[in-house]
């Protein structure tokens, strides 16, 4: 099966949470036509399902905590092989979290070509988020769910970050302009692929 996936083009978009990885990400569906997944709105689709695993990942998103590694996984390559005979490439969005989920990512999909640091200050995440709390009526955008998510994404997902720039892949986007700002520089890593 994952045959279908193994010269797919990978790009992970990693940042912290409100860093604006979902924003980047529509603008680049619409340039380039490669395919978005992202791994939170995966999740929050299984949620509103109404499942039994929908009502426990509910439960741990919640808390801003992560769900099990392979939940998100299985998730992610169902998803990629539904789009491979269309798919230019895949923007993986909200994933790897920890370096492990980047390991089994590798083990049982492909390697990414690049990885896109979206990096803002956390005062500008923060704003950022409760911004869009105000009507994304996500359970998580709020004030102590937002702070977790904060502290998991720098003890836990900034290494990530730091284990594939030793292979040279990482492209850091500072995200504290314009949304067009930014994209002129995530366009520029994009092409820089090719
Ligand atoms: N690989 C992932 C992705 C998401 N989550 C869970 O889903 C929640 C929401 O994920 P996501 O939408 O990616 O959240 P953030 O990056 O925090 O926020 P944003 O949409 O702002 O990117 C996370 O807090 C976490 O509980 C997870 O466990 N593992
Ligand atoms: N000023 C500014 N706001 C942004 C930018 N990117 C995203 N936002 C806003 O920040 C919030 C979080 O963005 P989102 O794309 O959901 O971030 P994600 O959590 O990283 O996926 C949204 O309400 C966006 O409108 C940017 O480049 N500049
Ligand atoms: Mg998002």
């Known amino acids: 099966m994952s045959d279908k996936l193994k010269n797919a083009k990978i790009i992970f978009v990693v940042g912290g949470p409100g860093s604006g990885k979902g924003t980047q990400c529509e603008k680049v569906v619409a340039k380039y036509g490669y395919t978005h997944l992202s791994s939170g709105d995966l999740l929050r689709a299984e949620v509103a399902s109404g499942s039994e695993r929908g009502k426990q990942l509910s439960a741990i998103m919640q808390k801003g905590e992560l769900v099990p590694l392979d939940t998100v996984l299985d998730m ?114 994009i092409d820089s692929l090719k």
């Open 76 to 189: 992610i390559k169902e998803a990629m092989i539904a789009k491979a005979d269309v798919s230019k490439g895949y923007l993986i969005d909200g994933y790897p979290r920890e370096v492990k989920q980047g390991e089994e990512f590798e083990k049982k999909i492909g390697a990414p070509s690049l990885l896109l640091y979206i990096d803002a200050k956390s005062e500008t995440m923060v704003k950022r988020l409760m911004k869009r709390g105000e009507t994304s009526g996500r359970a998580d955008d709020n004030e102590e769910t937002i702070k977790k998510r904060l502290d998991l994404y720098y003890k836990a997902t900034e290494p990530v970050i730091a284990f594939y720039q030793g292979r040279g892949i990482v492209r850091k986007i500072d995200s504290e302009g314009s949304v067009d700002d930014v994209f002129s520089n995530v366009a520029k890593a």
